[in-house]
C-alpha cells in the first residue's frame, strides 16, 4: 500500500505545518546564496585592488613615466623646439647684418 502523505500545509508527523518548514529551509537556503554573493563581490574587489597596486609597482619599477608626466615634457620640447628655431632665425639676421656693416 502506498504511504500517505500530508496535504500542503497539513503537519506532518512532527506536527509543524509542511509549508512552515520549506519556507524556512528556502529562507535560510536564500540568506546563505546572498551572504556568498556578498563575499564573492568583496573578493573581486579586494582582488582588482591587489592587482592593480601590484601592476602599478612594476611599472615604477621599470622606470615608466605616467601619461601626464609624459604629456608635459612633449608640451615643453614642443615650446622649446619652436624656441630654437626663432633663436636660430634671428641669430641668421644678426649675423648678415654684422656681415653688411663689416663690408665697405
Known amino acids: 500500500m502506498a504511504a500517505l502523505r500530508a496535504a500542503p500545509g497539513l503537519p506532518d508527523a512532527t506536527g509543524t505545518p509542511m509549508t512552515q518548514i520549506n519556507n524556512r529551509f528556502l529562507d535560510e537556503l ?18 582588482e585592488t591587489m592587482l592593480k597596486a601590484q601592476g602599478e ?23 622649446a623646439r619652436e624656441e630654437n628655431e626663432q633663436l636660430t632665425a634671428r641669430v641668421a639676421a644678426l649675423e648678415a647684418l654684422i656681415a653688411a656693416f663689416r663690408q665697405p
Do not use: C, P, W
Request: charged letters at 40%; glycine letters at 4%; zero cysteines.
Open 57 to 79: 609597482r612594476l611599472l615604477r619599477d621599470m622606470d615608466v613615466v605616467q601619461r601626464e608626466e609624459f604629456e608635459a615634457v612633449k608640451e615643453m620640447a614642443s615650446k
Open 30 to 47: 536564500a540568506k546563505l546564496m546572498t551572504d556568498a554573493a556578498g563575499a564573492a563581490q568583496g573578493m573581486r574587489r579586494e582582488f
